[in-house]
């Protein structure tokens, strides 16, 4: 099938390059003629794990272009895909320009009858919208699917090409059926391809992003409430998890949820909800525990110190908001950082993908090491931010060796308080017992 995708970031550009790689034509469009051009010449913007690989292969074999021309992407194609940005507003709700310019422009250019599959995600209603733009602008048949990505960052081309459902907004049988038919070779293993309306599709996806980040949200809670009456949060969960009417998938304790989904989506819904006339509140809570547990290394470090950081230099391990991606938005390293930073203290930084990111966002404030070890060198102590692979089984003698004092704040609950303690260190988890040597 011949597919144009409008839109070359994270969402947009591993849709496009799957396609592409299950023997579909694709075109992919952007604004950016730099990152166009970049992607031309197999420079991809993003870290994802397998994203260039695949690339690579399908522009190779013809299957996948990279142009700025809509026009010809949209006259190219049966099926148009818009997956452009829709950042938060002040007020919380989705900014939802750029969706509309594309649908405007897309229906200005289109010489025949289309499929636009809405592929951003979007509040409930905006297919009303988009649809309505699309027909003041071109005299066509035109289709509206709402089709929301559930991709997880870092996993993404695996979460695509082996989905455990698809889910397809159409009020048109022939328009689900061109969608159903795209999915069709992702599906093979026994993945349902749900069909719904389309207002029914765009909520599924905010309640699934909101219904998550409640779950991180209440288990961090829980892991708070465990310091304080001497539980293992990490026991905790196993017992709570262990119930197959709750599972055990995101109850770990740490320093809260980031990244350019759970923060949004959350602030979206209460936004949507509220212009309904329904106060959230539980989602707020949620929002405002996320938004606290982002602190609690930091609220750790001044209670370590009696509240003096000044002069004092940190080793910070981990900047993404999440292993396997070099994705800082809302990450609470950020937020770390800067408090660290207005307390007068030196930070060194390491992270396996997201150092060119962190200079973006901190210039020359802050040291950075290619190096793990190297971010530790006369530290007064180690702060995990972020459960890299590579941090898990580390030199634990030459992390002693480097740091002032063996000291380690860890927000991840990577290793073990009881080993730990038994290797000299004192400890700081979240939600678990703390190694303290003095």
Same mark, same amino acid.
């Given at each position: 099938?011949?597919?144009?995708?409008?839109?070359?970031?994270?969402?947009?550009?591993?849709?496009?390059?799957?396609?592409?790689?299950?023997?579909?034509?694709?075109?992919?469009?952007?604004?950016?003629?730099?990152?166009?051009?970049?992607?031309?010449?197999?420079?991809?913007?993003?870290?994802?794990?397998?994203?260039?690989?695949?690339?690579?292969?399908?522009?190779?074999?013809?299957?996948?272009?990279?142009?700025?021309?809509?026009?010809?992407?949209?006259?190219?194609?049966?099926?148009?895909?818009?997956?452009?940005?829709?950042?938060?507003?002040?007020?919380?709700?989705? /900014? +939802?320009? #750029?969706? !509309?310019?594309? @649908?405007?422009?897309?229906?200005? =250019? &289109? $010489?025949?009858?289309?499929?636009?599959?809405?592929?951003?995600?979007?509040?409930?209603?905006?297919?009303?919208?988009?649809?309505?733009?699309?027909?003041?602008?071109?005299?066509?048949?035109?289709?509206?699917?709402?089709?929301?990505?559930?991709?997880?960052?870092?996993?993404?081309?695996?979460?695509?090409?082996?989905?455990?459902?698809?889910?397809?907004?159409?009020?048109?049988?022939?328009?689900?059926?061109?969608?159903? /038919? +795209?999915? #069709?070779? !992702?599906?093979? @293993?026994?993945?349902?391809?749900? =069909? &719904? $309306?389309?207002?029914?599709?765009?909520?599924?996806?905010?309640?699934?992003?909101?219904?998550?980040?409640?779950?991180?949200?209440?288990?961090?809670?829980?892991?708070?409430?465990?310091?304080?009456?001497?539980?293992?949060?990490?026991?905790?969960?196993?017992?709570?998890?262990?119930?197959?009417?709750?599972?055990?998938?995101?109850?770990?304790?740490?320093?809260?949820?980031?990244?350019?989904?759970?923060?949004?989506?959350?602030?979206?819904?209460?936004?949507?909800?509220?212009?309904?006339?329904?106060?959230?509140?539980?989602?707020?809570?949620?929002?405002?525990?996320?938004?606290?547990?982002?602190?609690?290394?930091?609220?750790?470090?001044?209670?370590?110190?009696?509240?003096?950081?000044?002069?004092?230099?940190?080793?910070?391990?981990?900047?993404?908001?999440?292993?396997?991606?070099?994705?800082?938005?809302?990450?609470?390293?950020?937020?770390?950082?800067?408090?660290?930073?207005?307390?007068?203290?030196?930070?060194?930084?390491?992270?396996?993908?997201?150092?060119?990111?962190?200079?973006?966002?901190?210039?020359?404030?802050?040291?950075?090491?290619?190096?793990?070890?190297?971010?530790?060198?006369?530290?007064?102590?180690?702060?995990?931010?972020?459960?890299?692979?590579?941090?898990?089984?580390?030199?634990?003698?030459?992390?002693?060796?480097?740091?002032?004092?063996?000291?380690?704040?860890?927000?991840?609950?990577?290793?073990?308080?009881?080993?730990?303690?038994?290797?000299?260190?004192?400890?700081?988890?979240?939600?678990?017992?703390?190694?303290?040597?003095?």
């Amino acid at each position: 099938m011949r597919i144009c995708v409008v839109g070359t970031g994270y969402v947009g550009l591993v849709a496009g390059t799957c396609f592409a790689d299950s023997g579909n034509d694709v075109i992919c469009v952007d604004i950016d003629e730099a990152k166009v051009e970049a992607l031309r010449q197999g420079r991809v913007p993003i870290y994802e794990p397998g994203l260039e690989e695949l690339i690579k292969r399908s522009v190779e074999e013809g299957r996948l272009t990279f142009t700025t021309d809509l026009a010809t992407a949209v006259r190219h194609a049966l099926v148009c895909f818009i997956a452009v940005g829709t950042p938060q507003g002040e007020d919380g709700a989705s /900014d +939802l320009r #750029a969706v !509309f310019k594309v @649908a405007e422009d897309v229906g200005r =250019v &289109m $010489d025949g009858y289309r499929v636009v599959v809405i592929k951003s995600t979007v509040p409930v209603g905006t297919h009303v919208q988009v649809r309505d733009i699309l027909t003041r602008s071109t005299k066509f048949p035109v289709d509206v699917v709402s089709n929301p990505e559930f991709m997880k960052e870092g996993a993404a081309i695996e979460d695509f090409l082996k989905p455990d459902r698809v889910v397809i907004g159409a009020s048109d049988e022939r328009a689900a059926e061109i969608v159903k /038919d +795209l999915y #069709a070779p !992702f599906c093979r @293993a026994g993945a349902p391809i749900l =069909v &719904m $309306d389309n207002a029914s599709a765009e909520m599924t996806k905010y309640a699934s992003n909101a219904l998550l980040a409640t779950k991180i949200s209440f288990m961090n809670e829980v892991a708070n409430l465990c310091e304080r009456v001497g539980a293992d949060v990490s026991l905790v969960r196993q017992g709570v998890g262990l119930d197959t009417r709750i599972g055990l998938s995101f109850l770990y304790a740490g320093l809260g949820y980031g990244g350019s989904c759970f923060p949004k989506d959350v602030r979206a819904i209460i936004h949507t909800a509220g212009d309904h006339g329904i106060d959230f509140s539980l989602l707020r809570a949620v929002d405002d525990v996320n938004n606290r547990q982002k602190r609690r290394l930091f609220e750790k470090l001044q209670g370590f110190y009696n509240g003096s950081l000044k002069g004092r230099t940190f080793g910070v391990w981990g900047l993404s908001f999440k292993p396997r991606t070099d994705d800082m938005r809302e990450a609470p390293s950020i937020g770390l950082i800067e408090d660290l930073l207005r307390s007068g203290c030196s930070v060194r930084v390491h992270d396996p993908e997201a150092m060119d990111v962190a200079r973006s966002i901190f210039a020359d404030k802050i040291t950075y090491h290619r190096q793990n070890y190297e971010a530790l060198d006369g530290a007064d102590a180690l702060l995990v931010v972020t459960e890299w692979n590579e941090f898990r089984r580390p030199d634990f003698d030459r992390i002693k060796r480097l740091l002032k004092e063996p000291v380690i704040f860890d927000g991840r609950n990577i290793w073990e308080p009881k080993t730990m303690r038994e290797l000299g260190f004192t400890y700081f988890p979240i939600g678990r017992p703390s190694a303290v040597q003095r």
